[in-house]
């Protein structure tokens, strides 16, 4: 069975496409290598010792995305592909719901046109908004409060539509919490560019010495110490799950929603103490103000996925620091 990838050079789906390639899956990757490296895809090959086609083509460009499937037998597609950096959304929205919402409709175009109808999207507890309890269930109200999250949220919209339109369509929307963490070998992991936005990049790269202390956004939260509580995900821990729905969309079709989380909250303060006492670094931090748009407390109800994929995170916070430390120490440059 060949599963498409989109976005399968950046950070969850190069985890992804190695968990594919050892479940015995066939890989190809289309990404435009806009936030990504094509060494990501070299290292997975590597890893595994097998081979996946890579094709370097953007979802905007219908006519080459149209070619990969010519040319490859296609039986299924895991979609990532997207723009991700919310602050960024703000100020460029229209390229964010350009890329994100016109790249799935040219996706879902050339899959039909190919008769290639499952599809696993990556959507993200952003929808969810600043949850009015927590932990949040698949079927609490959807309030994205950003163009990145909106345009998740209309792609989840746009496949719900399509599901119902056109018999045949097989669709996992998987809402990820915070996705942290890299491969035990330390050879794959997240590239962000430039400063990280997120905490655990943030933290790795205060370790190595690139950054000089974490800024911690607020500390007058109503949460137990005061610090914003957030749901971090092994990304290992997450692409299996992609496997998972794969194979519920095959035995069970339809179109399905699900959290992916590990469960349970860690404060800023926890995953600095965390990250501390695994990697044995010191993290330097100061408490500044909040940063806007922060929500206090977010973390999944993760037994939806417990009970229809038979999937839960099995690396907890000490294996999450312990691997994302060995990809920063070993890659202190990233990819480059
Ligand atoms: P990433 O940036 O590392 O990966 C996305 C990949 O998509 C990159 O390799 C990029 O080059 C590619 N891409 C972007 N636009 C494209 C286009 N038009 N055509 C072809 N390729 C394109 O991000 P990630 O962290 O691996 O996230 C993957 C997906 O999961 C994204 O859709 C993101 O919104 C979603 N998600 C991520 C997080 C997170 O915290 N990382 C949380 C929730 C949801
Ligand atoms: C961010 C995105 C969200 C996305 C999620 C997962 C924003 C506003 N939201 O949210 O849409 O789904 O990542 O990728 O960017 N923190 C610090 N100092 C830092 C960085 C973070 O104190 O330098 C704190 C934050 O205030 C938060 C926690 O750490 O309490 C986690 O932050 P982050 O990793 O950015 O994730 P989210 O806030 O969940």
Redesign the pocket.
């Known amino acids: 069975m060949k599963i498409l990838v989109?976005?399968?050079?950046?950070?969850?789906?190069s985890h992804t496409c190695l968990a594919l390639l050892d479940a015995g899956y066939e890989v190809a990757v289309?990404?435009?290598?806009?936030?990504?490296k094509e060494e990501s895809l070299k290292r997975v090959q590597g890893l595994t010792g097998k081979t996946l086609e890579f094709h370097k083509?953007?979802?905007?460009d219908k006519r080459s995305l149209n070619a990969v499937f010519e040319k490859s037998s296609i039986d299924a597609v895991i979609?990532?592909?997207?723009?991700?950096a919310v602050g960024e959304s703000v100020s460029i929205p229209l390229r964010y719901y350009h890329?994100?919402v016109t790249?799935t409709l040219n996706l879902c175009d050339v899959m039909g046109d190919h008769d290639v109808r499952t599809m696993v999207f990556?959507?993200?507890?952003?929808v969810y908004g600043d949850p009015q309890t927590v932990p949040i269930k698949e079927d609490s109200p959807l309030s994205p409060a950003n163009p990145?999250g909106r345009s998740?949220l209309m792609i989840e919209e746009i496949l719900q539509d399509l599901h119902r339109s056109e018999a045949g369509w097989n669709i996992a929307l998987l809402?990820?919490?915070?996705?942290v963490g890299a491969h035990s070998s330390g050879l794959i992991g997240?590239?962000p560019n430039g400063v990280p936005n997120?905490l655990l990049p943030f933290i790795t790269q205060v370790a190595v010495g690139k950054l000089s202390e974490l800024s911690i956004f607020g500390n007058d939260y109503p949460t137990p110490d005061g610090t914003g509580i957030r749901d971090y995900i092994h990304v290992v821990d997450l692409a299996l799950g992609h496997i998972k729905a794969l194979r519920i969309l095959a035995s069970n079709p339809g179109i399905v929603v699900y959290n992916l989380g590990a469960g349970r909250g860690y404060s800023v303060l926890e995953m600095v103490s965390g990250f501390e006492k695994t990697t044995g670094q010191k993290i330097h931090s100061k408490i500044v103000a909040r940063r806007p748009g922060d929500i206090a407390s977010c973390y999944a109800d993760v037994s939806r996925a417990q009970r229809e994929l038979g999937w839960s995170s099995e690396r907890g916070i000490d294996e999450i620091c312990a691997d994302a430390w060995r990809w920063q120490s070993k890659n202190p440059d990233g990819y480059e």
């Open positions: 989109t976005g399968g050079a950046g950070y969850i789906g289309v990404d435009n290598l806009s936030n990504s083509v953007d979802l905007l979609h990532f592909a997207g723009l991700k890329n994100n790249g990556s959507s993200s507890a952003t990145y998740k809402r990820y919490f915070n996705p997240e590239d997120n």
